[in-house]
């Protein structure tokens, strides 16, 4: 009797679980660095050229963060989400000239002697 009782208790409890709404986990969302390679204004898109040569395409929205206007060759960090099948930009912070140009996009070589 007292197994029934705990097996039954059990059965329950997994099917409370079971038919209780899982909860999708949330995502705090991606990043990308780069280069801008291409502007869209009307579409209100642009692309970032990473330095490994990977061109990721995004999209701006009035809820998207910017520090400036987006020019091609602006070096930018970006923080995107995935909505709908397009990537979404979140913030873009635009590196002001003289930090992209002490920053070093492939390590320098190295001499043997």
């Not at 204004?41 to 999209?59: C, I, N, P, R």
């Not at 920053?103 to 002697?113: G, H, L, M, W, Y």
Request: hydrophobic share 45%; glycine share 6%.
């Amino acid at each position: 009797m007292r197994r029934l009782l705990v097996a039954a208790l059990l059965c329950g409890l997994a099917a409370a679980a079971a038919a209780a709404p899982s909860e999708k986990p949330k995502s705090h969302g991606y990043d990308v660095s780069g280069t801008i390679s291409r502007v869209d204004e009307a579409a209100k898109t642009f692309v970032v050229k990473t330095a490994a040569g990977k061109q990721t395409v995004l999209a701006r929205t009035a809820a998207t963060k910017v520090n400036g206007a987006l020019r091609v060759g602006d070096r930018v960090a970006v923080r995107w989400l995935e909505r709908d099948g397009n990537k979404i930009a979140t913030s873009i912070r635009i590196e002001p000239p003289a930090v992209a140009a002490a920053t070093p996009v492939a390590p320098p070589a190295t001499s043997t002697r």
